[in-house]
T-cell receptor, first 115, second 114 residues
């Protein structure tokens, strides 16, 4: 089966610019996650969806970050006005909630540099 | 809160040497945490290496082993004889059985010298 696909692979922005990241999860996976991974840190959950519904976005900086999954398949994460502190790799993962202890499958990530 | 602490890297070993990467966890809000080791090889995405969902059990994969020790809240990763191809970043992680959020450690860079 195809894996989790993310694009773009890299993005370089100046502070104040906007950027969107796109994720195509594994077909049939109803749960989708966005993680932020700063350099030399572990991934940290930003938001996750079950189908099109946001289940937990408590760690998403709501003033500048937004995430949608309108049809319960692909998802977009957007940063409205990027800051240098947003420099990180953004990871998307998906899983099948119906399976007990379902494992995540991660995409390769989008590396963002804000200068 | 819930957290994971692991060996700070980088860790450098020579091929055929043994390896241990320490991992301890705190699961104050999770009664039965599931424990994981993930790995990211150079140029690749994060992937699951092994997992254990029951305390006292051992997981193994690709020659690596880790035992879920609830008494010491540890889940150390071990390998008897590493290979150059094991060079990667290793992440210890935990998750609540009935939840979806995975909490990761900071990662340990492993360099295996030929």
């Amino acid at each position: 089966e195809a894996g989790v696909t993310q694009s773009p692979r890299y993005a370089v922005l100046q502070e104040g610019q906007a950027v969107s990241f796109w994720c195509d999860p594994i077909s049939g996976h109803d749960t989708l996650y966005w993680y932020q991974q700063p350099r030399d840190q572990g991934p940290q959950l930003l938001v996750y969806f079950r189908d099109e519904a946001v289940i937990d976005n408590s760690q998403l900086p709501s003033d500048r970050f937004s995430a949608v999954r309108p049809k319960g398949t692909n998802s977009t994460l957007k940063i409205q006005s990027a800051k240098q502190g947003d420099t990180a790799t953004y990871l998307c993962a998906s899983s099948l909630s119906a399976r007990a202890n379902s494992d995540y499958t991660f995409g390769s990530g989008t590396r963002l540099l804000v200068i | 809160g819930d957290s994971v602490t692991q060996t700070e890297g980088p860790v450098t070993v020579s091929e055929s040497e043994s390896l241990i990467i320490n991992c301890t966890y705190s699961a104050t809000s999770i009664a039965y945490p599931n424990l994981f080791w993930y790995v990211r090889y150079p140029g690749e995405g994060l992937q699951l290496l092994l997992k254990v969902i029951t305390a006292g059990q051992k997981g193994s994969s690709r020659g690596f082993e880790a035992t879920y020790n609830k008494e010491t809240t540890s889940f150390h990763l071990q390998k008897a004889s590493v290979q150059e191809s094991d060079s990667a970043v290793y992440y210890c992680a935990l998750r609540d059985t009935n939840a979806y959020k995975v909490i990761f450690g900071k990662g340990t860079h492993l360099h295996v010298l030929p």
